[in-house]
């Protein structure tokens, strides 16, 4: 159905306070090592697309226009689209369309989020609408935490389990990003430290919740003919699917969460695959929360519901489980909003192109990469595969 | 190639609205449902375009936007300019993936700070911020510019208001509605000199959608589908110094729209065009970049009459942006006006002459920073 699109180059940042680079030179890093890695030149780029997170991040209101440069846009067609934290899943989306469309061969889709010069909780308070929930709005941790609590009151999951598997997502995380050099966070931590780590909304500590970081990822989007000519080799884009629900966040059940479950059957369907456990060799799930990672387990059909702590307390998403998940160390290690869904859909690319050095995991063929955003509002779905 | 068709449209009034951009959206977006027999689970994927914090006073506009464009639990996506949205839309289709894909912008820039301030923003905040840049201020240099480089007249300039908000007097969307003289716009304040208030488009209200559908389903859906015949866009430096304020992008992203729609000879085979002219002069200097008149001959040819809405090649008809602007939204709304002309539904603002091309042309940021042209055929 319609034309095929492949991964052929990614590139990142090394995230983290970057304060020797401005904002700019964070974009122009992450381009040049995809142009590189896909072996290209800015040259042989027919479009643009950019997204980070909103202007009050930023610092600066239409960013295409401040990263013209460090895009390597000027004198081309360019796209900015932007969806809140799942921003990264849909400038990726964007590029697949416009190769798919034929109106272009090669595109290159650019995240970024410089969050040290920013205040990225305020920011996020003003996602919230002026007259009923910004007031009470906690910034992130505020309502991922209420979800978790909401998600395990529903199933009644004790709260010494929940947990327990929460700080094993912790430990498993940081212990991944050991191996991943452009990780933010790279420290060991144990299953005490995290649980006695300083609440910030409880039952939710400092080590179940990802930092803020500067970083950006760069990837290049090709037709079929551009992947031949590249002699690169392509990370095909098998399913994608986005879903988002109202606005107002108590109308929607967050526990059972609608937008994360139809947007991975969406993304499924188009991959043809019915047994996601069994089917799909590795995921980067957006995990900005231990907590929330579970329940996304449970969205993307990974486990039934209210088992995902069973499930990780089996060690089925540890590198050498059954599916293992965020073998990067994932958003929990480093978040640069903008970037993160897009880093997501980069470390898929590289795990199914056995490009993912210290973190590959051994013979992974097919990859979900995901992220989430706005009031709990958005879930992006990208399928990636060594085969067509 | 794949084609892709406009089967419908719908606008609300450039207005100030009462309602909340919430039920504003609904409405726009229920209207073109109805018209098309559709409903919201029947359309394959929907588009927002809209704009963050400064154009809304939310960030991340599509989480506020998701509920009104009938999005809830749909495929979709967002981009911040409206003419982006278009075509990320028109390429949704072109992919073979989906038969149909709802478009729809919106905006209430009656809630909002005025554009001055908030086109401030696209400056970065060390150098050009403190400096006072504003799309106005540019606007006002690159006129200067223009005036100076060109020999264009301010008269010749102001003209291009009387023409327009003539034209929006025909038009029961447009926001600013006033007929005025020659007179009146020398005479109105000067904002930013050269640059007087008349010559400057308003801050406007706005919800439009437009409903786009493949080739085959387009024709089950309308006897009159508009065609996607040709897009193009570039995008200029960042810092106005480092650009030349009269040898922008446009002639580049109007190469690649005519070459994608085979047209070889502007004047002659545009019927009609809607030019986003948030300032008067603007109009004359696109136009001469778009290839409708000779470089230098913007002024003449707003003399010769040539694009009056009885004229040879009529530009904006609808009243165009100086009547009515919705910011993030405008570029939509050339394109569903172009629509309107091909599909003969304009109303009183149909132009005399038959339309069988037209083009819309879309513009954000600093003096024309980033440019879009589409081509639409009957």
């Not at chain 1, 500590?205 to 080799?233: E, I, N």
């Not at chain 1, 449970?298 to 059954?322: M, N, S």
């Not at chain 2, 939310?58 to 300019?81: P, Q, T």
């Not at chain 2, 580049?252 to 809607?274: F, L, T």
Request: hydrophobic residues 40%; contains cysteine; aromatic residues 8%.
């Amino acid at each position: 159905m319609g034309n095929a699109v492949a991964i052929i180059g990614t590139g990142q940042t090394r995230h983290g306070r970057r304060s020797d680079a401005c904002y700019p030179d964070l974009v122009r890093e992450a381009v040049t090592a995809a142009l590189e890695d896909a072996g290209i030149t800015l040259a042989d780029i027919d479009g643009v697309v950019l997204g980070t997170m909103p202007s009050m991040m930023e610092g600066v209101s239409s960013t295409h226009f401040y990263f013209a440069e460090a895009l390597g846009s000027v004198g081309k067609p360019v796209l900015k689209v932007e969806t809140c934290g799942s921003t990264g899943q849909s400038i990726g989306h964007c590029g697949f369309f416009w190769v798919a469309s034929g109106m272009a061969d090669i595109v290159l889709v650019v995240g970024s989020e410089k969050m040290s010069e920013g205040d990225g909780q305020a920011t996020m308070t003003t996602v919230f609408d002026p007259f009923f929930q910004r007031t009470f709005a906690a910034g992130a941790p505020g309502v991922f935490t209420m979800q978790s609590m909401e998600w395990m009151y529903r199933f009644g999951i004790p709260e010494e389990k929940g947990r327990e598997a929460a700080a094993l997502i912790s430990v498993s995380n940081h212990d991944n990003a050991m191996d991943n050099p452009h990780a933010h966070i790279r420290m060991r931590v144990t299953m005490d430290e995290v649980k006695n780590a300083r609440v910030i909304t409880y039952p939710v500590r400092l080590l179940d919740v990802c930092p803020a970081s500067d970083g950006a990822c760069a990837v290049v989007f090709a037709s079929q003919k551009a992947v031949r000519k590249s002699g690169r080799k392509p990370a095909w884009i098998r399913g994608l699917g986005f879903r988002g629900e109202e606005f107002f966040y108590g109308e929607s059940d967050k526990a059972v969460w609608m937008s994360a479950t139809e947007a991975a059957g969406e993304a499924y369907r188009q991959a043809g695959i019915r047994d996601p456990l069994k089917e799909l060799d590795v995921a980067e799930v957006y995990n900005p929360f231990t907590y929330q990672e579970m329940i996304f387990y449970e969205c993307f059909g990974f486990c039934p519901r209210g088992e995902a702590p069973d499930y990780v307390l089996r060690g089925t998403f540890l590198k050498g489980g059954e599916l293992p998940c965020c073998p990067s160390g994932g958003t929990l290690c480093t978040n640069p909003i903008g970037a993160t869904g897009l880093i997501r859909m980069a470390e898929a690319a590289l795990q199914v192109t056995g490009k993912a050095g210290e973190r590959q995991v051994e013979g992974a063929k097919l990859a979900l990469s995901h992220a989430m955003g706005g009031v709990d509002q958005f879930n992006g779905i990208t399928i990636v595969g060594s085969t067509l | 190639m794949k084609r892709v068709a406009i089967t419908h449209v719908a606008q609300s009034s450039g207005a100030e609205s009462r309602e909340s951009l919430m039920d504003f959206t609904y409405r726009v977006n229920k209207e073109i449902l109805d018209k098309a027999g559709l409903r919201r689970e029947e359309v394959g994927c929907i588009i927002a375009g809209s704009a963050d914090v400064f154009h809304s006073g939310l960030s991340c506009a599509n989480a506020f936007d998701w509920d009104g464009i009938g999005a809830f639990l749909k495929e979709g996506s967002r981009a911040e300019e409206s003419a982006f949205s278009f075509i990320y839309g028109c390429m949704r289709i072109l992919s073979g993936r989906y038969d149909t894909v709802l478009v729809t912008a919106l905006v209430k820039g009656s809630e909002n700070p005025d554009n001055d301030p908030v086109t401030g923003f696209y400056g970065d905040p060390f150098y050009l911020r403190p400096a006072g840049l504003n799309e106005s201020v540019v606007a006002a240099l690159q006129m200067r510019q223009y005036m100076e480089r060109r020999g264009v007249t301010e008269e010749q300039c102001a003209k291009v208001a009387v023409k327009n908000l003539g034209n929006a007097l025909f038009n029961p969307y447009a926001d600013r509605k006033r007929r005025v003289s020659l007179e009146d716009v020398m005479n109105s304040e000067r904002r930013y000199d050269p640059l007087k208030a008349l010559e400057c488009a308003p801050k406007s209200d706005g919800v439009v959608s437009v409903l786009l559908a493949s080739e085959k389903r387009a024709k089950k859906l309308t006897k009159k589908p508009v065609w996607l015949q040709g897009y193009g866009s570039s995008m200029d430096h960042f810092h106005p110094g480092d650009r030349d304020l009269l040898n922008g992008r446009l002639p580049e992203a109007a190469k690649r729209a005519y070459a994608m729609a085979g047209i070889g000879n502007p004047r002659k085979e545009i019927d009609v065009a809607e030019v986003c002219e948030p300032y008067a002069f603007q109009e004359l200097l696109w136009c001469e970049q778009l290839g409708f008149c000779g470089e230098g001959k913007g002024g003449t040819w707003i003399d010769s009459g040539a694009s009056r809405m009885d004229g040879a090649l009529p530009v904006n008809a609808s009243g165009g942006v100086l009547a009515t602007n919705p910011y993030p939204a405008r570029g939509l709304y050339r394109i569903v006006e172009a629509a309107l002309q091909l599909k003969g539904e304009a109303g009183e603002h149909q132009v005399g002459k038959p339309v069988r091309t037209a083009l819309a042309h879309s513009t954000h940021g600093f003096g024309g920073q980033c440019h879009s042209v589409v081509i639409l055929s009957a």
